[in-house]
Protein backbone atom coordinates (compact mmCIF):
# COMPACT_ATOMS: atom_id res chain seq x y z
CA UNK A 1 0.00 0.00 0.00
CA UNK A 2 1.58 3.46 -0.59
CA UNK A 3 1.18 7.49 0.23
CA UNK A 4 2.12 10.05 -2.17
CA UNK A 5 3.26 13.65 -1.14
CA UNK A 6 5.49 16.19 -1.72
CA UNK A 7 9.00 15.43 -0.78
CA UNK A 8 9.95 18.31 2.11
CA UNK A 9 6.70 19.06 3.15
CA UNK A 10 4.52 15.91 3.36
CA UNK A 11 1.39 18.29 1.13
CA UNK A 12 -1.15 16.07 -0.55
CA UNK A 13 -1.36 19.11 -2.99
CA UNK A 14 0.94 20.49 -5.17
CA UNK A 15 1.35 23.67 -7.54
CA UNK A 16 1.24 23.18 -11.47
CA UNK A 17 4.87 23.16 -11.43
CA UNK A 18 8.06 20.59 -11.35
CA UNK A 19 8.09 19.47 -8.10
CA UNK A 20 9.65 16.03 -6.26
CA UNK A 21 6.96 13.85 -4.77
CA UNK A 22 8.05 10.63 -2.52
CA UNK A 23 5.97 7.57 -2.83
CA UNK A 24 6.15 5.77 0.75
CA UNK A 25 5.40 1.79 -0.18
CA UNK A 26 4.33 -0.17 2.79
CA UNK A 27 4.95 -3.77 2.14
CA UNK A 28 4.10 -7.25 4.15
CA UNK A 29 4.86 -10.65 4.13
CA UNK A 30 8.29 -10.69 3.05
CA UNK A 31 11.53 -12.89 3.48
CA UNK A 32 13.88 -11.43 5.14
CA UNK A 33 17.04 -11.27 3.16
CA UNK A 34 16.05 -11.63 -0.22
CA UNK A 35 16.33 -8.98 -3.01
CA UNK A 36 12.97 -7.32 -3.95
CA UNK A 37 12.36 -4.62 -6.58
CA UNK A 38 9.62 -1.89 -6.53
CA UNK A 39 8.68 -0.26 -9.98
CA UNK A 40 6.24 2.75 -9.53
CA UNK A 41 4.85 5.05 -12.22
CA UNK A 42 2.88 8.73 -11.66
CA UNK A 43 -0.19 8.78 -13.47
CA UNK A 44 -2.74 11.53 -14.91
CA UNK A 45 -6.00 10.13 -12.56
CA UNK A 46 -8.34 11.63 -15.76
CA UNK A 47 -6.56 10.06 -18.61
CA UNK A 48 -3.91 7.35 -16.71
CA UNK A 49 -1.29 9.37 -18.75
CA UNK A 50 2.39 8.30 -17.38
CA UNK A 51 3.89 11.30 -15.71
CA UNK A 52 6.47 9.74 -14.37
CA UNK A 53 8.57 6.44 -13.57
CA UNK A 54 11.00 5.50 -10.91
CA UNK A 55 12.56 1.79 -9.18
CA UNK A 56 14.34 0.69 -6.06
CA UNK A 57 15.86 -2.22 -5.11
CA UNK A 58 16.38 -3.42 -1.52
CA UNK A 59 16.95 -6.49 0.49
CA UNK A 60 13.87 -6.88 2.98
CA UNK A 61 15.23 -6.40 6.72
CA UNK A 62 11.98 -7.33 7.93
CA UNK A 63 9.20 -9.33 6.69
CA UNK A 64 6.79 -6.00 7.07
CA UNK A 65 8.21 -2.63 6.52
CA UNK A 66 8.13 0.60 4.06
CA UNK A 67 10.15 1.97 1.28
CA UNK A 68 10.42 5.33 -0.43
CA UNK A 69 10.21 5.70 -4.15
CA UNK A 70 11.02 9.08 -5.03
CA UNK A 71 9.33 11.08 -8.39
CA UNK A 72 10.54 14.08 -9.97
CA UNK A 73 7.05 15.45 -11.40
CA UNK A 74 6.23 18.20 -14.10
CA UNK A 75 2.62 19.38 -13.03
CA UNK A 76 2.77 22.50 -14.88
CA UNK A 77 -0.19 21.48 -17.48
CA UNK A 78 -2.00 19.79 -14.87
CA UNK A 79 -3.86 22.81 -12.77
CA UNK A 80 -6.57 20.83 -11.27
CA UNK A 81 -5.80 17.69 -12.09
CA UNK A 82 -5.41 14.40 -9.58
CA UNK A 83 -1.95 12.02 -10.24
CA UNK A 84 -2.15 8.64 -8.71
CA UNK A 85 0.80 6.41 -8.18
CA UNK A 86 1.43 2.65 -9.35
CA UNK A 87 3.68 0.40 -7.26
CA UNK A 88 4.51 -3.04 -8.50
CA UNK A 89 6.74 -5.88 -6.37
CA UNK A 90 8.73 -8.29 -7.72
CA UNK A 91 11.20 -11.07 -6.98
CA UNK A 92 13.57 -12.10 -9.66
CA UNK A 93 12.36 -10.58 -11.99
CA UNK A 94 8.36 -11.95 -10.86
CA UNK A 95 5.80 -9.46 -10.08
CA UNK A 96 4.59 -10.63 -6.73
CA UNK A 97 2.41 -7.48 -5.56
CA UNK A 98 0.89 -4.80 -7.32
CA UNK A 99 -1.60 -1.32 -5.70
CA UNK A 100 -2.83 0.73 -8.45
CA UNK A 101 -5.48 1.98 -7.54
CA UNK A 102 -7.06 5.05 -9.29
CA UNK A 103 -9.73 5.90 -6.06
CA UNK A 104 -7.08 5.09 -3.10
CA UNK A 105 -6.62 9.22 -1.78
CA UNK A 106 -3.79 8.47 -0.06
CA UNK A 107 -2.12 7.08 -3.24
CA UNK A 108 -3.22 10.13 -5.19
CA UNK A 109 -1.93 14.00 -5.17
CA UNK A 110 -3.85 17.43 -6.09
CA UNK A 111 -2.46 19.53 -8.29
CA UNK A 112 -4.35 23.16 -6.75
CA UNK A 113 -6.28 25.18 -8.77
CA UNK A 114 -6.31 28.66 -6.57
CA UNK A 115 -9.35 31.00 -6.76
CA UNK A 116 -10.13 34.63 -5.67
CA UNK A 117 -13.83 36.44 -4.91
CA UNK A 118 -13.76 39.54 -3.32
CA UNK A 119 -16.10 41.48 -1.46
CA UNK A 120 -16.09 45.45 -2.02
CA UNK A 121 -17.34 47.67 0.44
CA UNK A 122 -16.38 51.49 2.52
CA UNK A 123 -14.26 50.94 5.35
CA UNK A 124 -15.58 50.94 9.01
CA UNK A 125 -19.33 51.38 7.90
CA UNK A 126 -19.10 48.06 5.29
CA UNK A 127 -21.76 49.97 3.41
CA UNK A 128 -22.04 49.35 -0.61
CA UNK A 129 -23.19 52.33 -1.46
CA UNK A 130 -21.05 55.89 -0.78
CA UNK A 131 -21.17 59.22 -1.57
CA UNK A 132 -19.87 61.06 -5.04
CA UNK A 133 -16.77 62.24 -2.80
CA UNK A 134 -13.26 61.08 -1.96
CA UNK A 135 -13.57 58.18 0.50
CA UNK A 136 -11.45 54.66 1.53
CA UNK A 137 -12.75 51.24 0.51
CA UNK A 138 -11.57 47.74 1.67
CA UNK A 139 -11.77 44.45 -0.60
CA UNK A 140 -12.03 41.59 1.35
CA UNK A 141 -10.13 38.87 -1.13
CA UNK A 142 -11.76 35.54 -0.14
CA UNK A 143 -9.01 32.83 -1.74
CA UNK A 144 -9.16 29.36 -2.24
CA UNK A 145 -7.05 25.89 -2.46
CA UNK A 146 -3.54 27.95 -1.90
CA UNK A 147 -0.26 25.92 -0.05
CA UNK A 148 -0.11 26.36 3.66
CA UNK A 149 2.90 28.66 3.98
CA UNK A 150 3.68 29.68 1.00
CA UNK A 151 4.25 33.23 0.21
CA UNK A 152 1.49 35.23 -2.42
CA UNK A 153 0.74 38.94 -3.54
CA UNK A 154 -2.56 40.46 -4.48
CA UNK A 155 -3.05 42.85 -6.83
CA UNK A 156 -6.21 45.09 -6.96
CA UNK A 157 -8.04 47.58 -9.07
CA UNK A 158 -11.30 50.02 -8.42
CA UNK A 159 -12.19 50.21 -11.93
CA UNK A 160 -15.75 52.73 -13.14
CA UNK A 161 -17.98 49.74 -14.32
CA UNK A 162 -19.22 51.79 -17.36
CA UNK A 163 -16.02 53.00 -18.94
CA UNK A 164 -13.76 50.35 -17.12
CA UNK A 165 -11.56 53.05 -16.31
CA UNK A 166 -9.15 52.22 -13.23
CA UNK A 167 -9.86 54.39 -10.42
CA UNK A 168 -7.85 53.15 -8.10
CA UNK A 169 -4.87 50.66 -7.07
CA UNK A 170 -3.46 48.80 -4.54
CA UNK A 171 -1.50 45.50 -3.35
CA UNK A 172 -0.91 43.41 -0.61
CA UNK A 173 1.49 40.32 -0.24
CA UNK A 174 1.29 37.53 2.09
CA UNK A 175 2.32 34.26 3.57
CA UNK A 176 -0.82 32.16 3.86
CA UNK A 177 -1.64 30.05 7.16
CA UNK A 178 -4.62 28.17 5.57
CA UNK A 179 -5.11 26.57 2.71
CA UNK A 180 -8.53 28.94 2.15
CA UNK A 181 -8.76 32.37 3.75
CA UNK A 182 -9.12 35.77 3.27
CA UNK A 183 -7.12 39.34 2.95
CA UNK A 184 -8.06 42.96 3.02
CA UNK A 185 -6.83 45.29 0.08
CA UNK A 186 -7.51 48.56 0.83
CA UNK A 187 -8.55 51.70 -1.60
CA UNK A 188 -8.31 55.74 -1.93
CA UNK A 189 -11.21 56.47 -4.20
CA UNK A 190 -12.19 59.59 -5.12
CA UNK A 191 -15.52 59.10 -6.10
CA UNK A 192 -16.70 63.17 -6.86
CA UNK A 193 -17.40 62.70 -10.17
CA UNK A 194 -19.37 59.28 -10.48
CA UNK A 195 -22.72 59.97 -8.65
CA UNK A 196 -24.90 57.59 -10.41
CA UNK A 197 -22.52 55.20 -11.53
CA UNK A 198 -21.20 51.58 -9.98
CA UNK A 199 -17.88 50.81 -9.37
CA UNK A 200 -15.99 47.68 -9.44
CA UNK A 201 -12.67 45.48 -7.83
CA UNK A 202 -10.41 43.56 -9.72
CA UNK A 203 -7.98 41.36 -7.95
CA UNK A 204 -5.11 39.24 -9.43
CA UNK A 205 -3.34 36.23 -7.14
CA UNK A 206 0.38 35.66 -7.89
CA UNK A 207 2.82 33.37 -6.57
CA UNK A 208 6.41 33.58 -7.37
CA UNK A 209 5.75 36.60 -10.01
CA UNK A 210 3.32 34.47 -11.96
CA UNK A 211 -0.39 34.75 -11.78
CA UNK A 212 -2.25 32.04 -10.80
CA UNK A 213 -5.66 33.38 -10.34
CA UNK A 214 -8.09 36.20 -11.74
CA UNK A 215 -11.18 37.71 -10.61
CA UNK A 216 -12.56 40.29 -12.85
CA UNK A 217 -16.36 40.26 -12.99
CA UNK A 218 -18.22 43.28 -13.90
CA UNK A 219 -21.41 42.11 -12.93
CA UNK A 220 -20.60 40.45 -9.63
CA UNK A 221 -22.45 42.22 -7.18
CA UNK A 222 -20.08 41.66 -4.36
CA UNK A 223 -17.30 42.88 -5.91
CA UNK A 224 -19.22 46.37 -6.85
CA UNK A 225 -19.87 49.63 -4.66
CA UNK A 226 -22.86 52.01 -5.94
CA UNK A 227 -21.83 55.57 -5.94
CA UNK A 228 -25.46 56.98 -4.34
CA UNK A 229 -27.64 59.01 -6.49
CA UNK A 230 -29.91 60.81 -3.90
CA UNK A 231 -33.62 61.45 -4.56
CA UNK A 232 -36.75 62.61 -3.02
CA UNK A 233 -40.29 62.35 -4.15
CA UNK A 234 -43.41 64.02 -2.37
CA UNK A 235 -46.61 63.71 -1.71
CA UNK A 236 -48.58 66.72 -0.39
CA UNK A 237 -52.00 66.47 1.83
CA UNK A 238 -54.37 67.64 4.53
CA UNK A 239 -52.87 66.98 7.67
CA UNK A 240 -55.18 64.56 9.71
CA UNK A 241 -57.23 63.97 6.88
CA UNK A 242 -54.73 62.53 4.39
CA UNK A 243 -56.89 64.31 1.53
CA UNK A 244 -55.66 65.92 -1.82
CA UNK A 245 -58.29 68.75 -1.78
CA UNK A 246 -58.89 71.04 0.73
CA UNK A 247 -61.37 74.40 1.12
CA UNK A 248 -60.15 77.80 0.71
CA UNK A 249 -59.10 78.43 4.12
CA UNK A 250 -56.71 78.18 6.47
CA UNK A 251 -55.41 74.75 7.00
CA UNK A 252 -52.31 72.65 7.72
CA UNK A 253 -50.88 70.52 4.77
CA UNK A 254 -48.15 67.66 5.18
CA UNK A 255 -45.69 66.81 2.56
CA UNK A 256 -44.73 63.24 3.03
CA UNK A 257 -41.00 63.14 1.46
CA UNK A 258 -39.62 59.89 0.07
CA UNK A 259 -35.98 60.19 -0.24
CA UNK A 260 -33.50 57.16 -1.70
CA UNK A 261 -30.23 56.65 -1.84
CA UNK A 262 -28.64 57.81 1.41
CA UNK A 263 -26.43 56.88 3.78
CA UNK A 264 -27.82 55.49 7.41
CA UNK A 265 -26.26 57.72 9.82
CA UNK A 266 -26.14 60.67 7.98
CA UNK A 267 -27.74 63.61 8.82
CA UNK A 268 -29.61 65.76 6.27
CA UNK A 269 -31.75 68.88 5.97
CA UNK A 270 -35.45 69.27 3.77
CA UNK A 271 -35.95 72.73 2.69
CA UNK A 272 -39.55 72.85 1.41
CA UNK A 273 -41.97 75.04 -0.60
CA UNK A 274 -45.71 75.05 -1.36
CA UNK A 275 -46.60 77.69 -4.18
CA UNK A 276 -49.28 78.60 -6.39
CA UNK A 277 -49.28 76.68 -9.49
CA UNK A 278 -50.49 78.92 -12.17
CA UNK A 279 -48.43 81.52 -10.89
CA UNK A 280 -45.71 79.97 -8.93
CA UNK A 281 -45.83 82.23 -6.36
CA UNK A 282 -44.30 81.28 -2.95
CA UNK A 283 -47.60 80.36 -0.18
CA UNK A 284 -45.70 79.19 2.66
CA UNK A 285 -42.18 77.51 3.34
CA UNK A 286 -41.21 74.95 5.79
CA UNK A 287 -37.29 72.63 6.57
CA UNK A 288 -36.52 69.62 8.97
CA UNK A 289 -33.01 68.47 9.87
CA UNK A 290 -32.89 64.44 10.14
CA UNK A 291 -30.57 61.59 10.72
CA UNK A 292 -31.20 58.82 7.89
CA UNK A 293 -32.19 55.58 9.79
CA UNK A 294 -32.44 53.95 6.67
CA UNK A 295 -31.26 53.87 2.82
CA UNK A 296 -34.83 54.72 1.84
CA UNK A 297 -37.55 56.27 4.16
CA UNK A 298 -40.04 58.69 4.30
CA UNK A 299 -39.96 62.20 6.38
CA UNK A 300 -42.68 64.36 6.94
CA UNK A 301 -42.44 68.16 6.37
CA UNK A 302 -45.50 70.83 7.43
CA UNK A 303 -47.00 73.69 6.14
CA UNK A 304 -49.13 76.28 7.38
CA UNK A 305 -51.58 77.57 4.43
CA UNK A 306 -53.74 80.33 3.96
CA UNK A 307 -55.49 79.20 0.57
CA UNK A 308 -58.38 81.64 1.34
CA UNK A 309 -58.21 83.20 -2.24
CA UNK A 310 -57.14 79.97 -4.02
CA UNK A 311 -60.42 78.60 -4.53
CA UNK A 312 -60.47 76.08 -7.93
CA UNK A 313 -56.09 76.42 -8.20
CA UNK A 314 -53.64 73.70 -7.88
CA UNK A 315 -50.99 74.35 -5.02
CA UNK A 316 -47.58 72.21 -5.06
CA UNK A 317 -44.81 71.09 -2.68
CA UNK A 318 -41.07 71.88 -3.94
CA UNK A 319 -38.47 69.82 -1.40
CA UNK A 320 -34.67 70.12 -1.63
CA UNK A 321 -32.57 67.48 -0.02
CA UNK A 322 -29.16 69.19 1.27
CA UNK A 323 -26.19 67.03 3.04
CA UNK A 324 -23.91 69.43 4.79
CA UNK A 325 -24.74 72.51 3.58
CA UNK A 326 -24.73 70.75 -0.40
CA UNK A 327 -28.11 70.37 -2.22
CA UNK A 328 -27.54 66.58 -3.44
CA UNK A 329 -31.33 66.18 -4.74
CA UNK A 330 -34.41 68.19 -5.64
CA UNK A 331 -38.12 67.74 -6.47
CA UNK A 332 -40.14 70.57 -8.07
CA UNK A 333 -42.13 69.22 -11.02
CA UNK A 334 -45.02 71.34 -11.35
CA UNK A 335 -46.92 69.11 -12.83
CA UNK A 336 -46.80 66.14 -10.18
CA UNK A 337 -50.19 65.02 -9.03
CA UNK A 338 -48.71 63.29 -5.83
CA UNK A 339 -47.12 66.86 -4.76
CA UNK A 340 -49.81 68.70 -5.54
CA UNK A 341 -53.63 69.40 -3.59
CA UNK A 342 -56.74 71.17 -5.27
CA UNK A 343 -58.18 73.92 -3.31
CA UNK A 344 -61.64 72.78 -3.90
CA UNK A 345 -64.45 75.20 -6.27
CA UNK A 346 -67.44 72.96 -5.72
CA UNK A 347 -70.98 72.73 -8.05
CA UNK A 348 -74.17 71.93 -7.91
CA UNK A 349 -76.90 70.37 -11.15
CA UNK A 350 -79.57 69.19 -10.52
CA UNK A 351 -82.36 66.53 -12.14
CA UNK A 352 -85.87 67.43 -11.19
CA UNK A 353 -88.80 64.42 -11.53
CA UNK A 354 -91.82 63.15 -10.04
CA UNK A 355 -90.90 60.38 -7.57
CA UNK A 356 -91.20 56.91 -8.39
CA UNK A 357 -91.68 56.86 -11.93
CA UNK A 358 -88.71 59.67 -13.23
CA UNK A 359 -91.06 61.37 -15.63
CA UNK A 360 -90.35 64.85 -16.35
CA UNK A 361 -93.92 65.88 -17.03
CA UNK A 362 -96.91 65.77 -13.86
CA UNK A 363 -100.79 66.09 -14.07
CA UNK A 364 -101.72 69.21 -12.57
CA UNK A 365 -102.34 67.99 -8.87
CA UNK A 366 -100.53 67.39 -5.82
CA UNK A 367 -97.50 65.50 -5.90
CA UNK A 368 -93.84 64.40 -4.99
CA UNK A 369 -91.16 65.29 -6.73
CA UNK A 370 -87.37 64.73 -6.17
CA UNK A 371 -84.35 66.52 -7.22
CA UNK A 372 -80.86 64.56 -7.64
CA UNK A 373 -78.32 67.27 -6.94
CA UNK A 374 -75.34 66.02 -8.63
CA UNK A 375 -72.22 67.59 -6.55
CA UNK A 376 -68.56 68.26 -7.40
CA UNK A 377 -65.25 68.23 -5.12
CA UNK A 378 -66.43 67.74 -2.05
CA UNK A 379 -64.43 66.68 0.62
CA UNK A 380 -65.09 63.63 1.75
CA UNK A 381 -65.86 63.14 5.48
CA UNK A 382 -67.38 66.82 5.97
CA UNK A 383 -70.78 68.09 6.65
CA UNK A 384 -72.90 69.70 3.82
CA UNK A 385 -76.76 71.08 3.25
CA UNK A 386 -78.72 72.05 0.49
CA UNK A 387 -81.16 74.33 0.43
CA UNK A 388 -84.12 73.63 -2.64
CA UNK A 389 -86.82 75.43 -3.55
CA UNK A 390 -89.36 74.85 -6.92
CA UNK A 391 -90.52 77.60 -8.43
CA UNK A 392 -93.07 78.70 -11.12
CA UNK A 393 -90.63 79.66 -13.85
CA UNK A 394 -92.99 82.04 -15.44
CA UNK A 395 -93.49 83.86 -11.97
CA UNK A 396 -90.54 82.85 -10.00
CA UNK A 397 -93.14 81.78 -7.01
CA UNK A 398 -91.76 79.59 -4.33
CA UNK A 399 -94.16 76.51 -4.61
CA UNK A 400 -92.23 74.46 -1.97
CA UNK A 401 -88.64 73.99 -0.52
CA UNK A 402 -86.89 71.26 1.13
CA UNK A 403 -83.76 71.15 2.74
CA UNK A 404 -81.20 67.87 3.22
CA UNK A 405 -77.75 67.52 5.57
CA UNK A 406 -75.38 65.06 4.78
CA UNK A 407 -72.03 63.68 5.22
CA UNK A 408 -70.36 63.49 1.66
CA UNK A 409 -68.67 60.13 1.21
CA UNK A 410 -67.24 60.84 -2.16
CA UNK A 411 -65.61 63.57 -4.04
CA UNK A 412 -68.39 63.71 -6.29
CA UNK A 413 -71.48 61.91 -5.69
CA UNK A 414 -75.38 62.74 -5.37
CA UNK A 415 -78.13 63.60 -3.20
CA UNK A 416 -81.42 63.35 -3.51
CA UNK A 417 -84.22 66.55 -2.11
CA UNK A 418 -87.56 65.86 -1.98
CA UNK A 419 -89.90 68.29 -2.34
CA UNK A 420 -94.41 68.69 -1.73
CA UNK A 421 -96.01 69.91 -4.75
CA UNK A 422 -99.58 71.15 -4.99
CA UNK A 423 -99.75 71.93 -8.88
CA UNK A 424 -103.18 72.30 -9.55
CA UNK A 425 -103.37 75.55 -10.73
CA UNK A 426 -100.53 75.11 -12.86
CA UNK A 427 -101.65 72.98 -15.84
CA UNK A 428 -99.40 74.11 -18.96
CA UNK A 429 -96.25 75.71 -16.76
CA UNK A 430 -93.05 74.74 -16.12
CA UNK A 431 -91.63 74.43 -12.69
CA UNK A 432 -88.22 75.14 -11.90
CA UNK A 433 -85.74 73.35 -9.00
CA UNK A 434 -82.89 76.12 -7.68
CA UNK A 435 -80.67 74.69 -5.16
CA UNK A 436 -77.75 76.17 -2.29
CA UNK A 437 -75.01 73.98 -1.31
CA UNK A 438 -73.04 75.39 1.89
CA UNK A 439 -71.04 74.07 4.23
CA UNK A 440 -70.28 75.24 8.08
CA UNK A 441 -73.25 77.56 7.49
CA UNK A 442 -71.40 79.33 3.83
CA UNK A 443 -73.06 79.18 0.75
CA UNK A 444 -70.24 77.71 -1.20
CA UNK A 445 -72.45 76.32 -4.32
CA UNK A 446 -75.29 77.29 -6.08
CA UNK A 447 -77.27 76.38 -8.96
CA UNK A 448 -80.73 78.94 -10.19
CA UNK A 449 -80.87 78.08 -13.56
CA UNK A 450 -84.30 78.97 -15.14
CA UNK A 451 -83.29 77.76 -18.68
CA UNK A 452 -81.91 74.36 -17.37
CA UNK A 453 -84.02 71.54 -18.85
CA UNK A 454 -82.51 69.15 -16.50
CA UNK A 455 -84.28 71.15 -13.21
CA UNK A 456 -86.97 71.66 -15.02
CA UNK A 457 -90.59 69.63 -15.03
CA UNK A 458 -93.52 70.32 -17.43
CA UNK A 459 -97.22 70.64 -15.50
CA UNK A 460 -98.97 68.57 -18.79
CA UNK A 461 -101.75 70.13 -20.38
CA UNK A 462 -103.28 67.47 -22.46
CA UNK A 463 -105.14 67.53 -25.63
CA UNK A 464 -107.46 65.39 -28.28
CA UNK A 465 -108.05 66.16 -31.96
CA UNK A 466 -110.05 63.60 -33.99
CA UNK A 467 -110.94 62.37 -37.72
CA UNK A 468 -113.72 60.44 -38.26
CA UNK A 469 -114.42 58.15 -41.31
CA UNK A 470 -115.90 55.02 -42.35
CA UNK A 471 -113.78 51.90 -41.03
CA UNK A 472 -112.19 50.21 -43.97
CA UNK A 473 -112.72 52.73 -46.41
CA UNK A 474 -111.65 55.94 -44.77
CA UNK A 475 -114.57 57.52 -46.75
CA UNK A 476 -115.75 60.95 -44.94
CA UNK A 477 -119.34 59.90 -46.91
CA UNK A 478 -121.54 57.05 -46.03
CA UNK A 479 -124.71 55.87 -46.83
CA UNK A 480 -128.05 55.98 -45.28
CA UNK A 481 -127.55 52.54 -43.31
CA UNK A 482 -126.21 51.16 -41.03
CA UNK A 483 -122.09 51.54 -40.71
CA UNK A 484 -119.06 51.46 -38.90
CA UNK A 485 -117.10 54.55 -38.21
CA UNK A 486 -113.46 54.41 -36.30
CA UNK A 487 -112.79 58.26 -34.59
CA UNK A 488 -108.92 58.33 -34.64
CA UNK A 489 -108.43 60.33 -31.57
CA UNK A 490 -104.66 62.18 -31.60
CA UNK A 491 -103.67 62.86 -28.32
CA UNK A 492 -101.01 65.27 -26.98
CA UNK A 493 -98.62 65.62 -23.37
CA UNK A 494 -99.83 62.36 -21.81
CA UNK A 495 -97.90 60.67 -18.76
CA UNK A 496 -96.05 57.94 -20.54
CA UNK A 497 -97.19 54.21 -18.76
CA UNK A 498 -100.21 55.99 -17.08
CA UNK A 499 -103.73 54.78 -17.94
CA UNK A 500 -106.31 57.15 -19.77
CA UNK A 501 -109.98 56.44 -20.81
CA UNK A 502 -111.64 58.37 -24.05
CA UNK A 503 -115.05 58.25 -23.88
CA UNK A 504 -116.74 58.70 -27.28
CA UNK A 505 -120.40 60.28 -28.93
CA UNK A 506 -121.34 60.49 -32.49
CA UNK A 507 -124.54 63.19 -32.83
CA UNK A 508 -126.72 64.23 -35.31
CA UNK A 509 -125.16 68.09 -35.81
CA UNK A 510 -127.98 69.33 -37.11
CA UNK A 511 -130.20 68.05 -33.88
CA UNK A 512 -127.10 67.52 -31.56
CA UNK A 513 -129.26 64.08 -30.47
CA UNK A 514 -126.44 61.34 -29.62
CA UNK A 515 -126.35 58.22 -32.31
CA UNK A 516 -123.65 56.02 -30.84
CA UNK A 517 -121.33 56.01 -27.89
CA UNK A 518 -117.96 54.24 -27.36
CA UNK A 519 -115.09 54.30 -25.30
CA UNK A 520 -111.50 52.45 -25.18
CA UNK A 521 -109.06 52.86 -21.87
CA UNK A 522 -105.31 52.35 -22.98
CA UNK A 523 -102.00 52.94 -21.32
CA UNK A 524 -99.86 55.80 -22.87
CA UNK A 525 -96.62 54.53 -24.78
CA UNK A 526 -95.94 57.58 -25.57
CA UNK A 527 -96.51 61.27 -24.84
CA UNK A 528 -98.15 61.72 -28.62
CA UNK A 529 -100.32 59.41 -29.95
CA UNK A 530 -103.18 58.08 -31.36
CA UNK A 531 -106.13 55.78 -30.21
CA UNK A 532 -109.02 54.25 -32.34
CA UNK A 533 -112.54 54.62 -30.81
CA UNK A 534 -114.97 52.95 -32.69
CA UNK A 535 -118.46 53.83 -33.35
CA UNK A 536 -121.63 51.19 -34.69
CA UNK A 537 -123.56 53.80 -36.46
CA UNK A 538 -127.32 53.57 -38.20
CA UNK A 539 -127.74 56.23 -40.22
CA UNK A 540 -130.63 55.01 -42.23
CA UNK A 541 -132.71 57.71 -41.36
CA UNK A 542 -130.36 60.67 -41.63
CA UNK A 543 -129.83 60.94 -45.18
CA UNK A 544 -128.11 64.13 -45.93
CA UNK A 545 -127.39 65.14 -42.72
CA UNK A 546 -123.79 65.43 -40.96
CA UNK A 547 -122.60 63.76 -37.87
CA UNK A 548 -120.05 64.66 -36.25
CA UNK A 549 -117.82 62.94 -33.22
CA UNK A 550 -116.94 64.02 -29.40
CA UNK A 551 -114.35 62.73 -27.47
CA UNK A 552 -113.25 63.22 -24.28
CA UNK A 553 -110.04 62.01 -22.37
CA UNK A 554 -109.88 61.35 -19.08
CA UNK A 555 -107.35 60.06 -16.36
CA UNK A 556 -108.29 58.45 -12.54
CA UNK A 557 -112.09 59.51 -13.54
CA UNK A 558 -111.35 63.31 -13.99
CA UNK A 559 -111.65 64.57 -17.37
CA UNK A 560 -108.56 66.50 -18.40
CA UNK A 561 -108.99 66.86 -22.21
CA UNK A 562 -112.05 67.14 -24.50
CA UNK A 563 -112.59 67.74 -28.74
CA UNK A 564 -116.03 68.69 -29.43
CA UNK A 565 -116.52 71.52 -32.27
CA UNK A 566 -119.38 70.82 -34.41
CA UNK A 567 -117.55 72.87 -36.79
CA UNK A 568 -114.15 70.62 -37.26
CA UNK A 569 -114.46 68.76 -40.71
CA UNK A 570 -111.86 66.26 -39.21
CA UNK A 571 -114.44 64.51 -36.84
CA UNK A 572 -117.45 64.70 -39.37
CA UNK A 573 -118.85 62.60 -41.67
CA UNK A 574 -121.66 63.22 -44.41
CA UNK A 575 -124.94 60.91 -44.78
CA UNK A 576 -125.23 60.75 -48.73
CA UNK A 577 -128.99 61.82 -49.76
CA UNK A 578 -130.69 59.16 -51.87
CA UNK A 579 -132.68 60.00 -55.04
CA UNK A 580 -135.25 58.65 -56.97
CA UNK A 581 -135.46 58.52 -61.07
CA UNK A 582 -138.05 61.11 -62.60
CA UNK A 583 -141.22 59.64 -64.88
CA UNK A 584 -143.11 61.19 -67.88
CA UNK A 585 -147.11 61.72 -67.96
CA UNK A 586 -147.64 58.78 -70.61
CA UNK A 587 -145.92 56.71 -68.80
CA UNK A 588 -147.81 57.17 -66.12
CA UNK A 589 -151.01 56.64 -67.84
CA UNK A 590 -149.99 53.48 -69.00
CA UNK A 591 -149.29 51.93 -66.13
CA UNK A 592 -152.75 52.76 -64.40
CA UNK A 593 -154.41 51.30 -67.33
CA UNK A 594 -152.19 48.15 -66.78
CA UNK A 595 -153.20 48.35 -63.33
CA UNK A 596 -156.77 48.53 -64.40
CA UNK A 597 -156.19 45.47 -66.86
CA UNK A 598 -155.29 43.25 -64.46
CA UNK A 599 -157.87 43.83 -61.65
CA UNK A 600 -160.65 43.40 -64.39
CA UNK A 601 -158.71 39.96 -64.87
CA UNK A 602 -158.94 39.32 -61.49
CA UNK A 603 -162.21 39.58 -61.01
CA UNK A 604 -163.35 37.89 -63.99
CA UNK A 605 -161.86 34.61 -62.64
CA UNK A 606 -163.18 35.13 -59.24
CA UNK A 607 -166.48 34.95 -60.93
CA UNK A 608 -165.82 32.34 -62.83
CA UNK A 609 -164.31 30.50 -59.99
CA UNK A 610 -167.40 30.80 -57.73
CA UNK A 611 -170.07 29.75 -60.41
CA UNK A 612 -168.76 26.97 -61.04
CA UNK A 613 -168.66 25.82 -57.21
CA UNK A 614 -172.26 26.12 -57.44
Known amino acids: KTTLMEQGTNNKEIHAEKVTLVDTVAYKDLIIGQEYTINGQVVNKETQEVIATSSVTFVAEQKDGTINVVFEVDASKLAGKDIVAFESLSHNGVEIAVHNDLEDKDQTVTVTHPEVKTTLMEQGTNNKEIHAEKTTLVDVVAYKDLIIGQEY???????NKETQEVIATSSVTFVTEQKDGTINVMFEVDASELAGKDIVAFESLSHNGVEIAVHNDLEDKDQTITVTHPEVKTTLMEQDTNNKEIHAEKTTLVDVVAYKDLIVGQEYTINGQVVNKETQEVIATSSVTFVAE???GTINVVFE????????????????LSHNGVEIAVHNDLEDKDQTVKVT??????T?????TNNKEIHAEKTTLVDVVAYKDLIVGQEYTINGQVVNKETQEVIAT??????AEQRNGTINVVFEVDTSELAGKDIVAFESLSHNGVEIAVHNDLEDKDQTIKVTKPEVKTTLMEQGTNNKEIHAEKVTLVDTVAYKDLIIGQEYTINGQVVNKETQEVIATSSVTFVAEQKDGTVNVVFEVDASKLQGKDIVAFESLSHNGVEIAVHNDLEDKNQTVKVLQEELPQTSTKSSLAMVSVALLVMLVGITEFLRYKTNRK
Do not use: H, R, W, Y
Not at 345 to 350: A, D, F, I, N, S
Not at 352 to 356: A, S, V
Open 153 to 159: TVNGQVV
Open 402 to 407: SSVTFV
Open 294 to 296: QKD
Open 345 to 350: KPEVKT
Open 305 to 320: VDASELAGKDIVAFES
Open 352 to 356: LMEQG
